[in-house]
């Protein structure tokens, strides 16, 4: 268990619908980060939070958006969702932005999309 | 551009087998360097990391890799592999841009008894 949580755990919607996909990162880690694993694509990075803001992005689709709040969670958003969408999504932290950090991955949220 | 090539996609090797997972890497500064576990249903697991000095690293669950700059390389070793090992590894380098990891495509590691 590496302490980062992510709900749900699976999540199933049509297209042209919005999920909300939570993270609460480990006690005390400031950065965010939210990867998607996809079969055609494999792991990819979307972005990085730090201390509620956001510090770098990846390929993150327009229809997609995240926040991370005062209490550090974070939430990707996800909305006028395709098939492509599915996907695995996983959160990560790490204790501060540094290099040599090490990120920890929560247990991802399953999307698929109908 | 910065990539992460993993040649094996799938791998088969008997229990109490040595194991070698290949990794290459490109990057044009030093890199950071990475082997990640997933097994099925879970995350990721980190197993070592290597960032500079002693270019043998050692991790956990008695793995180890080598990192080999002039082939830029970073394959991931095990002496005796277990049926508990059999899961999907990745590779990956740390960009400098948002400590972003860019992975390689992973290799699925079967162990047969």
């Known amino acids: 268990d590496s302490g980062v949580t992510q709900t749900p755990k699976h999540l199933i919607t049509a297209t042209g619908q919005r999920v909300t996909l939570r993270c609460s990162p480990r006690?005390?880690?400031?950065?965010v980060y939210w990867y998607q694993q996809s079969l055609d694509q494999g792991l990819q990075f979307l972005i990085q939070?730090?201390?509620?803001?956001?510090?770098a992005k990846g390929n993150i689709l327009e229809r997609f958006s995240a926040q991370q709040f005062p209490d550090l969670h974070s939430e990707l958003n996800l909305s006028s969702l395709e098939l492509g969408d599915s996907a695995l999504y996983f959160c990560a932290s790490s204790p501060s932005g540094l290099r040599t950090d090490t990120q920890y991955f929560g247990p991802g949220t399953r999307l698929t999309v109908l | 551009a910065q990539s992460v090539t993993q040649p094996d996609i799938h791998i088969t090797v008997s229990e109490g087998a040595s194991l070698e997972l290949r990794c290459n890497y490109s990057y044009g500064a030093t890199p950071y360097l990475f082997w990640y576990v997933q097994s099925p249903g879970q995350g990721l697991q980190l197993l070592l990391k290597?960032?500079?000095?002693?270019?043998l690293v050692q991790g956990i669950k008695g793995f180890e890799a080598e990192f080999k700059r002039s082939q830029s390389s970073f394959n991931l070793r095990k002496p005796s592999v277990h049926w508990s090992d059999a899961a999907e590894y990745f590779c990956a380098v740390l960009m400098e841009y948002g400590n972003k990891l860019v992975f390689g495509a992973g290799t699925i590691l079967r162990v047969k008894s």
């Open positions: 939070y730090y201390n509620g803001e956001e510090r």
């Open positions: 006690s005390g880690d400031l950065s």
């Open positions: 290597y960032f500079s000095g002693d270019t």
